[in-house]
């Protein structure tokens, strides 16, 4: 089946969507989960990518190198909800997966789940980033994935965004949902973005902990070598180099990794909208975020 380009966002289930997304649901409400499974959950660009290729790396860089120059970071840690057509549906690659644990990516908001890996008491990594750099980096991407609807230009898509009509909804309630999840969920690491920037290792640390891995100094610091920006891009397992819908000269997957390059877009005037509209989306939530560091 041919690729369509530049999807329509539709409602679903209150939440905008395009159709890769949606037309496996069947499939994707029903997926097993497993006790050992790993989800890692964001809202898109907030760090997916990476986080994936720390935990793969953190669980696999030993045991199995081989995968390292010879499987893209999209089929080592499956897509669950996305149904391409040029690819297998996230739900049939994960079940084809024979690593142990699985490592499965979703940017699902919390009430859309499959409730399994609720039920297996999975442990879960969300990334979260604050929101300005993440809708600049999403501007971005709309922009050069033909996969995604039409972004126009950057005032119109900042608008959409402070509206929540944005593919995975609105940014403020995926990052609430998934922080209220948290009080209830213990196995849920929340994880920030701006703190990886400013210090992988120590979030490397922390996430070892909380995944209960006793990697040793040597490997943490291969690891966070590994992932480092300008290494990822190089890195064509990783950088998304592969997938023929992306355009990288307009804008490439790796794009700049860093926190607060919201300020070469914003103009004054619209992060001051932006900021006051912000204070009234966030006002019932304890979960912090911090645009420079
Ligand atoms: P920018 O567009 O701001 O550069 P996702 O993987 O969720 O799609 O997120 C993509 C964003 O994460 C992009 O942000 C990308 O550059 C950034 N990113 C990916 N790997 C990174 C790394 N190793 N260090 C810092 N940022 C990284």
């Not at 391409?84 to 549906?89: E, K, S």
């Not at 908001?109 to 750099?133: G, H, I, M, T």
């Not at 209830?184 to 290792?201: A, N, P, Q, R």
């Not at 932006?274 to 560091?293: A, G």
Request: net charge neutral; proline share 6%.
């Amino acid at each position: 089946m041919e690729l369509s380009t530049r999807p329509p966002l539709f409602d679903f289930h209150g939440v905008s969507m395009i159709h890769y997304f949606t037309d496996n649901w069947e499939n994707i409400q029903n997926f097993q989960a497993r006790p050992d499974d790993i989800l890692i959950a964001t809202y898109p660009k907030a760090g997916t990518t990476w986080v994936s290729y720390i935990l793969d790396l953190l669980y696999f860089g030993q045991t199995a190198p081989e995968r390292q120059t010879s499987l893209p970071i999209y089929e080592r840690v499956p897509f669950l909800e996305s149904d391409f057509h040029i690819l297998p549906p996230g739900t049939e690659l994960a079940d084809k997966l024979s690593t142990s644990p699985r490592l499965i990516k979703t940017h699902l908001p919390v009430q859309l789940v499959p409730k399994s890996f609720w039920e297996q008491n999975c442990r879960v990594v969300y990334v979260a980033r604050n929101a300005k750099d993440n809708a600049v980096s999403y501007f971005h991407f709309d922009r050069m994935n033909q996969a995604q609807p039409e972004p126009g230009d950057w005032n119109n898509f900042l608008q959409r965004f402070m509206d929540g009509k944005m593919v995975f909804g609105p940014w403020y309630d995926h990052v609430n949902g998934w922080w209220e999840r948290k009080q209830t969920h213990s196995k849920l690491h929340y994880l920030f973005y701006e703190d990886m920037v400013e210090d992988t290792g120590r979030e490397l640390d922390r996430l070892c902990s909380f995944l209960g891995l006793s990697t040793s100094a040597e490997e943490k610091e291969r690891v966070r070598g590994g992932v480092q920006f300008d290494n990822m891009k190089k890195n064509n397992m990783a950088n998304y180099s592969t997938i023929p819908v992306m355009d990288f000269k307009i804008s490439p997957f790796m794009r700049k990794g860093k926190v607060g390059d919201w300020k070469n877009h914003f103009t004054v005037a619209q992060s001051e909208q932006f900021d006051e509209d912000y204070k009234k989306k966030m006002k019932n939530t304890t979960v912090q975020f911090r645009t420079v560091v």
